[in-house]
């Protein structure tokens, strides 16, 4: 079992950086592949960004290519998620998940935050 804690989030303006982080607690972290996820209000949740349990590889959105960036820090039993050049369309409830593979769709991952609300102005 593992519990996923989101935090970071926040009212940030278009242009601006935001660093969300997800704290896990549990057996075993480190085996994991843990993703994010987002959900805009009045629309699917849709993947963001996944890493493999070392860290070493990484999978993004196209369309989040170059202005996100996933990272983990196993001694820490944190996943994070770097976001810069927020504009306005990142405005949604992200989600950190736990899996036991990598993976764009979400049935990969058997664990999920509560979420964090990242709401950008334009």
């Known amino acids: 079992q593992v519990q996923l804690v989101e935090s970071g989030g926040g009212l940030v303006q278009a242009g601006d950086s935001l660093r969300l982080s997800c704290a896990a607690s549990?057996?075993?972290?480190?085996?994991?592949?843990m993703g994010w996820f987002r959900q805009a209000s009045g629309k699917e949740r849709e993947f963001v960004a996944t890493?493999?349990?070392?860290?070493?590889?990484?999978s993004y959105a196209d369309s989040l290519k170059g202005r996100f960036t996933i990272s983990r820090d196993n001694a820490k039993n944190t996943v994070y998620l770097q976001m810069n050049s927020l504009k306005a369309e990142d405005t949604a409830v992200y989600y950190c998940?736990?899996?036991?593979?990598?993976?764009?769709?979400?049935?990969?991952?058997?664990?999920w935050g509560q979420g964090t609300q990242v709401t950008v102005s334009s």
């Open positions: 998940a736990a899996g036991r593979s990598s993976s764009t769709g979400q049935r990969a991952y058997d664990y």
């Open positions: 549990g057996r075993a972290f480190s085996s994991y592949a």
């Open positions: 890493i493999n349990w070392s860290g070493r590889i990484t």
